[in-house]
Every structure is written in C-alpha cells, then in structure tokens.
C-alpha cells in the first residue's frame, strides 16, 4: 500500500508541475494572461483541500446519513441556480459558472464527487438490494438522471456523458445485474445518437471530426492545429517556449488544448510519460479502492479513480483527433480552478482510503489469531 499512495502522490505532484511550467509557455505573448498569478493560487487550494481530505477518516461521510445527501443537494441547488437568467455566466454559447465578484465557480466540477460519494454511500447501504431492479437501479437511476439532465442543459455534454460513464461504473461494481443495466444503458445511447443527430453545432463536431482536412479551416480548426502542433514536435520537441501553434492558431491551448503544447515543445517523449503518469494513477487507484477497509470506500475510489482516467482519457484523446471535441480539461495540468481543487480533493481522498486499508488486514489477522487459540 505504501508503494501505490507514493506512486500516486509523485504521479499528481509531477503532473501538477508540469501543468505549471506549462501554463508558464503558454502565456508567451499574452500579457494579460492570468495563468499565472490565478493558477498557482488554485493549486495552493486545491493542495490545502486534498491535505483536508486525507485527514481524519472518510468514513465520517457515511456515518451520517444526512451528509451525502446534504452536498447532492446543495449542489442541485447551485446547478439549478446556473440555469436561472441572471445567476449564469454565459460563455461561447454555455452557461456554466456562477460568479461571485472575481470568483467563479462550475457547479458541475462539485457534481462529479458529490455523486460520486452519494452513489458509494448508496451501495453499501443498500448493498444486498443491489441486485434488484427498484433498489438497484431505478432509485439511483433517478438520482444520477436528475443530476445529468441538469448538467446537460447548460449544455455541457462532454461532462454528461462522463459522469454518466462514472455512475455506471459504480453500479456495476456495486452489483447491479446487467439484465437490468444494459437496456437503459443501450436507450441512453440511442437517445444521445439522436440528439447528435438532430443538434447542428455538435453534429457539425462529429462531421469535422470523420472529415478534419475537409473542415480544417473551420470547425476542425482546433483539432487539426492540434495534430499539426503534435507532429511538429517530433520525438524530444522544439524547445520549451518555443512552440509556435500556441501563438494564436490552436484556440483554448491553456485549457482543454494544453495536452498540443506539450506534444509540439517537449515532443513525444514527454506525451508518452503523461500517459505513463495517468496510467499509474488508475492502476494505484484501483489498487487503493479494492483494499479499502469497507464498502464505502470501494466504491468511492474506483469512482474517483475512473473519474480522473477517464476525463484525461478523453482529452487527450481529443487531442490527438481520436475523440469529437468535448471540452474537458487535462486533469492537473490545464488551466482552471474549479476542476484543480475538485481533482485534487478527490485524490485526498484516495489517500484516505488507502491510510485505512490497512485496517481490514488487521481485522482477518485478528479473526485468524483468535481461530487459531
């Protein structure tokens, strides 16, 4: 245990470094970039929060009942409040954020692990109901689906569709059976091809997407720029600070982009050690999750262990052009406060689980000690 919390440890803090000297290249040339003066702030709290998180014991979640329930609601409450006029910050067509003065806040960053620690409270309290249809899927069904419907209405469908993908996971592992998971899975899906279908904007993003040297010039701008800042990287890169597609060709390249900067001034062998790092975190995470001391913390690790292997999943697939676009964020490495502090807490919280392991091993010697005599 002590090798997968230090290799998860070293895997976070040298993403988190990375992202800053990245931040750092690419701010070149734009003066009035806050990336950094607001970013290294972000971290300090996002760090402050996974020290928290990795304190105490995290079953105090689910000793009381109410206080799962308690952070679902306020943040339904604060989802809600973004789809009021006058509440929502509306950015390039979606309202996502709630802005207190210089502060701005993502309800939905909030949702991913307030559902993730509702669902595993769920699991292990209603654990030999898992199996049923009423307990095992309609009641948390209608949890995850009020959750989702208001995330996507934002709109926000990257984001819907991973947490859709995280909660799904949990309750598979919980012990939902598939001949009640799978056909409003396969509907679900049906309903989204629909939605793509029927939605211009997004299936204009497929459509670039199958055809990015035909819609290089204008909806595969970004992806195309991307791969061009990829390739031009090479093996070992043009230099830190010396990438030119950061300088106006591939829009959002601090945030959800970030993963192209890296490619074209650190080259391959630096995308491949991101990919290393991310792979460690989900092999330490499993790890950590399937020795957890109960139920409980089974179920809220691997959520957070997926939630962060699948959201850098999907952004660097993105970036490489072998997703649609969907705008999440690199996790630890892009820019953004909300999703940094919410990331970070979460592996505070792995850590906790793994600082606890160690208790179910003590209670079988215990049991196996009292057997023997």
């Not at 000297?21 to 806050?34: C, D, E, F, R």
């Not at 390039?92 to 701005?104: C, D, I, M, P, V």
């Not at 001949?179 to 793509?196: C, E, K, M, T």
């Not at 999440?328 to 999703?339: A, V």
């Amino acid at each position: 245990m002590k090798t997968a919390v230090t290799t998860l440890f070293v895997s976070v803090l040298a993403l988190l470094g990375l992202g800053m000297v990245m931040l750092v290249s690419a701010s070149t040339g734009q003066p009035q970039a806050k990336y950094l003066t607001m970013q290294p702030i972000w971290c300090a709290v996002g760090l402050i929060a996974c020290g928290i998180a990795a304190s105490g014991d995290y079953r105090w979640l689910k000793r009381f009942h109410w206080v799962p329930w308690v952070l679902l609601a306020g943040t339904v409450v604060l989802l809600v409040l973004v789809l009021v006029p006058g509440f929502g910050i509306r950015v390039k067509g979606a309202t996502r954020w709630l802005g207190f003065g210089q502060f701005r806040l993502q309800p939905s960053e909030l949702a991913k692990v307030t559902l993730i620690i509702t669902l595993a409270w769920y699991g292990e309290r209603y654990s030999r109901s898992m199996s049923h249809l009423w307990r095992g899927l309609v009641v948390p069904g209608v949890i995850v689906g009020m959750v989702l419907f208001l995330v996507f209405k934002e709109p926000d469908v990257g984001t819907t569709l991973l947490i859709a993908a995280v909660s799904s996971l949990m309750l598979v592992i919980a012990g939902v059976r598939w001949s009640y998971f799978l056909p409003p899975v396969f509907a679900g899906l049906v309903a989204l091809a629909a939605f793509l279908w029927h939605d211009p904007m997004r299936s204009g993003r497929i459509y670039s997407w199958l055809h990015i040297e035909e819609t290089k010039l204008d909806k595969g701008l970004q992806a195309y720029q991307a791969m061009v800042a990829l390739g031009s990287g090479g093996v070992v890169g043009k230099g830190l600070g010396d990438g030119r597609q950061k300088l106006g060709f591939v829009p959002e390249h601090h945030t959800d982009f970030i993963f192209s900067v890296i490619g074209e001034e650190l080259g391959l062998i630096a995308t491949i050690a991101v990919l290393v790092a991310f792979l460690l975190i989900l092999i330490c995470g499993i790890y950590i999750s399937w020795n957890a001391a109960d139920t409980f913390g089974v179920l809220m690790g691997s959520g957070i262990t997926f939630l962060i292997a699948m959201q850098a999943v999907i952004n660097i697939g993105v970036v490489t052009g072998s997703l649609p676009n969907k705008g999440l964020s690199l996790p630890f490495i892009s820019y953004g406060g909300s999703n940094l502090v919410i990331m970070l807490g979460c592996v505070g919280l792995l850590l906790n689980i793994a600082r606890h392991a160690g208790e179910r091993e003590m209670a079988r010697a215990d049991v196996l000690t009292h057997e023997t005599i």
